[in-house]
């Protein structure tokens, strides 16, 4: 087990590396890294949903399960950001 200083310092150095670098516009430009930024707050909402409806049919160390959440996560997020962002409600 890791002791918990560890987490702030390794957030501090990562910050200090980011900052001179979004100042200057160096990072690095990903397609999967720009959908993934436009779709958090989708992704963020709708990962519990799929947990709620697998966790009564699989068993938590099955890789079913997982994959299961993953692949309903995505498919919810695809459909909010469809419909809330193509026809602008």
Not at 24 to 35: I, N, Q, R
Not at 48 to 73: M, Q, R, T
Not at 83 to 89: L, N
């Amino acid at each position: 087990m890791y002791p918990y200083w560890t987490i702030p310092v390794t957030l501090s150095l990562i910050l200090f590396w980011l900052y001179p670098n979004l100042k200057e516009d160096k990072l690095p430009k990903s397609p999967v890294l720009a959908y993934w930024g436009r779709n958090s707050l989708q992704i963020y909402l709708w990962h519990v949903f799929p947990i709620a409806i697998l966790k009564n049919l699989f068993d938590y160390s099955s890789v079913l399960y997982y994959v299961g959440i993953a692949l309903l996560s995505a498919l919810f997020c695809i459909t909010s950001y469809t419909i809330i962002h193509k026809k602008q409600i």
